[in-house]
């Protein structure tokens, strides 16, 4: 009784108890969930921006510009970006590492048990998606496919700004960006139909009851996202969204 | 020879406290300086490793399985009495008492019951301190309900795994104590002799059954909580595992073997359905709190649907034959009135060996979910393992060797003859006579380990202050080890005939035809002559493949069965010498008029004791006399 | 009925392992898929060959012992263990294999047997609840609510067969571990060690090997005592904030 109370005020010091918790199984696991938290709340912010697509050039234009004219503060947010993208991925490996040594002899047969296409598919779904990312910053971002993009401008409230609207619709314009697009996203989704329901689970939110109803609005929503995003490329390639613009 | 039992003087009920006020104790600090080896890591094993690892105690602990969560207590479904007079139905110390000693037919010693009554309010407290999930009421108070041989509810239950969760309780003390150091664990290893020196228990020789090294342990003194016997009948209601070895190896070193004919035949089991089958299931005696038992009143229905079966053409027999126990008879009365009801041809099933446990009337009354609530897990067993619900049709149940309340002879200290050997749990004799009630099981396994030896064992112990610590190297250790590693050897070079299975069967067959709920002279007679000719042509015929230095299943078969081939014939032996009919002991010759178990205490009231004279010589009967201070010996009955 | 089984056969701990085919004929339905492995293993012992050593004790469900892999299953078709597997579960003819548990935290020991002792060691760390023989207050001085009663009551149910972390892609012991962490935790008389109990058990099953839970939750799927997955969340949240206020200095493990 003596000896706990001596040591009742002292502990450990609070970097490694940090340490000992980001490094437990829990610990990587909670990071993964919450950075990909940070990662669907991203990915649902950049798509609600998308859509001002549909009302219009001057609308997604001045929110084109309204980010650009963030200066410092947009570099602190794609840093912070990049971050949780890299802290995403290192614990998944991390995790994976660890798992794939807990089990040296596998299984002769057998079909995997009750763990879903979307569960088994995480680590290839997440590469996919880190692939399209590389390729979509290169597309829209830094334009490097298309240099000529650089020099699309146009007039907003008398201020000359860069065109996103047409770059987009030109983009999406070429049928096989747009199928890969598509295709990438529906990864996405895969991704987080597993990865949104897991994370109420993970952070220890899920409850015998709720565990379906999280699993199922998680479904719903990574499907409403692919969904939400896709519809902009086959706005363009299919019903013509914009063709006027870029006669 | 006088068998003194140390009973402590004094009234009845004062016995115990006045005990522990004047027992010796082991001072802290010598405490750890005392070993003790504890054979057994079931309730009695695990809750002595625990207390006694707590209290500084040096203790090792060694089981069969590969953890000692494993114990077949953890099979126990019902429950655990106390008397907590929770429900204030009346219950007292005394009740729980008597209820015992007349449920065992007064043949069990007052002062060891009376204890174990008097310290079952504490099991209670202890294993709801240590996280028990007991079965609780809305308000959060603990729930009771009733079981066989009782008319209070005092039996404490969770859910249908009662024995579980108090092993787990057990199972995690002790495993703390593992973690303190105080008790190191040895599993997948198994006793195969006990050590003598200078006639004091000091030490085991195991064979670990991963490597199969055969090695020697010493201590100051050896606890054996190694459960019963009942695998000797091939089928029973015991896990594969259980053996009588340490038990009977301990009895060849002198230890008296008290009553092995006390067997309990389980009434609420599922039937036997074929020759393949490994082992008998047990559906909780609790079942018969709202099931109703029966078979049709003619041999012409027993073939139709029960349900074809009008309310009046159907026999309740037990209801009929004790209006005021019905259902609830006490096992030993429900199994024989199951076996004479089936013997008179009137049995259901396959074989016409069943008899049928109706919930019909509970589902009418309670409705399906109260039902469910109460025997849910039970209801699934059931049907996963016959095919058929048990809430669409009667489930069928017949008796199976089920708990043996003989075993090694003890004193109050539950010492054995033996000094330095202490007996716990099932595998002694001491508290439930000629039968066990339901619930009483878990109750005293946890009494022994919990209550009692830590108490008691300071005893012995205190007489072993500056004698030479056991060696292992010492000639007796030797000698041992040699006679082990010889007689192993020996059963892997006999490369005979027939599997060691083929053997345990038809010595199975011979005790439950010969020695099971009913004994005769003749039949008995008979097993004593068949057993030693199957022995025989085990020591000739048996095949036993592989090796030594593996583990080898078949080998740890060969060992058990050798030593049940032993034993069958004594409990035979005392079967035969018991000339009266108690409890679970039923001797055809000796029954009422009606039926009912005729118990002769002119001459019978006494402890058996038998006592190992040589292989192959008949081994010498000797009596521990019952003598009864407070109750009054009556005729069971619970009509 | 008559089947064929592929059977691992190892002869020990470090001796590599292969596939061996047996028949199993006249197999009765009603048998159990041990007793059905009785009659084979009597077979082969006929036939001069050693018999498939397997785990096994109670048969009746409850004590954890028998751990076989079925065609990939833990503990095989249905729910519960494998002693409670009966053949009429089966088609006449099928093709059975039979693999030990596979966890690297379960080395083999020979043939289809495995060495839990992981799990043992899991409970040591922390799965107990302190209350010395002899201390404890009156049983009914503490109501507990029947809900919290029962709910402790469903994770205590857990046999400690290990399936979960066999049946787990990654191997992880999370189930067995969250189920202990729920049965003592939920329970007031083992509030006061609870952060200790779920840190340590924890670290001690990272530090045995076990993977990591990726909620695919088919330990759930095998489990035989019922436990739900919900217990893994329960852990997840206790754990972190044990973690948290050891970080702080409010607590110490």
């Not at chain 2, 074989?351 to 209801?379: C, M, P, T």
């Not at chain 2, 064992?457 to 072993?464: F, K, S, V």
């Not at chain 3, 003592?184 to 670290?203: I, N």
Request: charged residues 20%; contains cysteine.
């Amino acid at each position: 009784m003596s000896a706990s109370s001596a040591t009742s005020t002292a502990g450990i010091p609070i970097h490694e108890a940090l340490c000992r918790w980001v490094f437990s199984s829990i610990g990587k696991k909670t990071i993964v969930a919450v950075t990909g938290i940070l990662l669907v709340l991203f990915v649902t912010g950049h798509m609600l921006g998308n859509f001002t697509i549909y009302f219009g050039p001057d609308l997604i234009n001045a929110y084109a510009k309204h980010l650009r004219d963030l200066g410092p503060f947009l570099w602190v947010i794609r840093l912070g970006l990049l971050a949780t993208v890299f802290l995403h991925i290192f614990f998944t490996m991390l995790l994976w590492k660890e798992n794939a040594t807990a089990r040296p002899q596998k299984y002769a047969v057998g079909d995997p048990i009750k763990t879903t296409v979307f569960a088994r598919t995480m680590r290839l779904t997440g590469l996919f998606v880190v692939a399209f990312v590389i390729f979509h910053l290169g597309h829209f971002t830094l334009m490097i496919f298309n240099p000529s993009w650089t020099h699309l401008d146009t007039e907003l409230h008398g201020e000359t700004v860069h065109d996103v609207y047409r770059m987009v619709v030109l983009g999406f314009s070429n049928p096989i960006v747009s199928a890969f697009y598509i295709i990438s996203l529906g990864l996405l989704a895969f991704h987080l139909s597993h990865g949104i329901g897991s994370l109420f689970q993970t952070l220890g939110l899920s409850t015998r009851k709720m565990r379906p109803v999280y699993e199922a609005v998680a479904r719903v929503y990574a499907w409403a996202l692919f969904v939400g995003y896709s519809s902009i490329p086959i706005s363009i390639l299919i019903f013509g969204l914009g063709k006027n613009t870029i006669k | 020879m006088s068998i003194d039992a140390k009973i402590p003087a004094g009234p009845l009920d004062k016995k115990w406290s006045s005990y522990k006020n004047t027992a010796k104790i082991i001072s802290p600090a010598n405490k750890r300086k005392f070993k003790i080896i504890i054979v057994g890591s079931g309730l009695a094993g695990a809750s002595a490793a625990a207390t006694l690892g707590e209290q500084g105690f040096n203790v090792e602990c060694f089981c069969y399985q590969d953890s000692p969560r494993r114990a077949h207590s953890i099979a126990a479904q019902g429950g655990i009495n106390a008397a907590k007079n929770y429900q204030n139905d009346g219950d007292s110390t005394f009740r729980l008492f008597y209820d015992t000693i007349k449920g065992g037919d007064f043949r069990a010693r007052e002062a060891n019951v009376y204890r174990l009554a008097e310290v079952s309010a504490n099991i209670i407290d202890q294993c709801v301190a240590q996280g028990v999930p007991f079965a609780r009421e809305y308000g959060g108070l603990l729930a009771n309900r009733s079981f066989g041989g009782a008319q209070v509810s005092r039996t404490f239950y969770a859910r249908g795994q009662t024995g579980q969760q108090l092993l787990i309780g057990a199972y995690q003390g002790l495993e703390a104590q593992v973690a303190a150091g105080t008790v190191k664990m040895h599993s997948r290893t198994e006793m195969l002799d006990l050590v003598l020196v200078d006639g004091h228990a000091k030490g085991i020789i195991v064979r670990d059954m991963v490597t199969g090294e055969i090695r020697a342990h010493a201590a100051d003194t050896v606890l054996l909580c190694t459960g019963g016997y009942g695998n000797v009948f091939y089928l029973s209601t015991n896990a594969k595992g259980c053996n009588v070895t340490a038990t009977y190896r301990a009895y060849k070193k002198g230890a008296y073997f008290a009553n092995p004919c006390y067997t309990q035949i389980h009434p609420t089991c599922i039937p036997v359905s074929g020759d393949y089958q490994s082992k008998l299931t047990l559906m909780s005696e609790s079942l018969r709190n709202d099931g109703r038992v029966w078979v049709p009143k003619r041999k012409e229905d027993c073939g139709k649907a029960p349900a074809d079966i009008p309310e009046d053409a159907r026999d309740y027999y037990l209801e009929r034959k004790y209006p005021s126990y019905g259902n609830l008879a006490p096992r030993d009365i429900s199994s024989r009135s199951a076996k004479e009801v089936c013997d008179e041809g009137r049995g259901v099933g396959p074989g016409g060996l069943g008899v049928y446990l109706d919930f019909g009337d509970a589902i009418k009354r309670l409705g399906q979910n109260v039902v469910a609530e109460r025997y849910g897990n039970l209801f699934e067993m059931y049907e996963n393992i016959t095919g058929e619900s048990a809430y669409e049709r009667p489930m069928r149940i017949f008796p199976a060797v089920h708990y043996t309340m003989g075993g090694l002879w003890v004193d109050y200290n539950l010492m054995s003859n033996i000094p330095g050997l202490h007996v716990l749990g099932e595998a002694n004799f001491s508290d439930h006579g000629a039968n066990r009630l339901g619930a009483s099981a878990l109750m005293q396994g946890l009494a022994d380990g919990y209550f009692v030896i830590p108490y008691t064992i300071g005893d012995y112990l205190n007489t072993q202050f500056g004698k030479a610590k056991p060696d292992v190297n010492s000639a007796p250790f030797q000698d041992a080890l040699a006679a082990v590693k010889a007689r192993t050897s020996q059963l892997l070079s006999i490369k005979g005939n027939r599997t060691v299975d083929s053997f345990h069967r038809e010595l199975g067959h011979i005790m439950w035809d010969n020695c099971g709920m009913a004994r005769t002279k003749e039949s008995l007679t008979a097993a004593i002559d068949k057993i030693p000719k199957l022995r025989e042509e085990f020591w000739k015929n048996v095949n036993v493949l592989g090796k030594g230095e593996t583990l080898n299943q078949s080998l740890e078969k060969a060992g058990r069965v050798a030593d049940f081939l032993e034993f069958g014939e004594l409990l035979c032996r005392d079967a035969l010498q018991r000339n009266e009919s108690c409890g679970g002991h039923f001797r055809s010759e000796y029954q009422t008029p009606d039926g009912e178990a005729l118990r002769d205490d002119e001459h019978y009231a006494h402890v058996a004791c038998w006592k190992f004279e040589g292989e192959n010589a008949t081994p010498t009967r000797l009596e521990e006399p019952l003598s009864y201070e407070t109750v009054k010996l009556a005729t069971r009955s619970y009509k | 009925m008559n089947f064929t089984l592929r059977v691992w056969r190892q002869d020990g701990p470090t001796t590599a392992g292969r596939f061996e085919e047996y028949p199993a004929k006249n197999i009765p339905d009603e048998a159990s898929f041990l007793e059905m492995l009785d009659i084979v293993n009597e077979e082969l012992e006929k036939a001069g060959k050693e018999s498939v050593q397997f785990d096994h004790d109670c048969r009746e469900g409850i004590c954890g012992m028998c751990s076989l892999t079925i065609n990939g299953v833990p503990h095989g078709p249905g729910r519960g263990t494998t002693c409670q597997l009966y053949m009429r579960k089966f088609q006449d003819g099928d093709v059975i294999t039979i693999e030990p548990f596979r966890v690297g935290a379960f080395p083999i020991l020979r043939d289809l047997a495995v060495n839990r002792t992981a799990l043992d060691k899991v409970i040591q760390a922390g799965g107990f609840i302190t209350a010395r023989t002899g201390s404890a207050p009156d049983a009914n001085s503490v109501p507990i609510p029947k809900v919290v009663a029962d709910e402790s009551m469903d994770a205590a149910a857990c046999i400690g067969c290990g399936a979960c972390a066999a049946a787990c892609p990654n191997s992880s012991a999370m189930l067995f571990v969250s189920a202990k962490a729920a049965h003592l935790g939920l329970l007031p008389q083992g509030k006061p060690e609870s952060e200790r109990r779920t840190v340590r058990m924890v670290r001690t099953m990272d530090d045995l090997g076990f993977g990591n839970c990726s909620n695919y939750y088919a330990c759930e799927a095998v489990c035989p005592a019922g436990i739900s997955a919900s217990f893994i969340a329960r852990l997840n949240r206790q754990y972190t904030s044990a973690a948290a206020r050891e970080a702080v200095g409010a607590t110490t493990i």
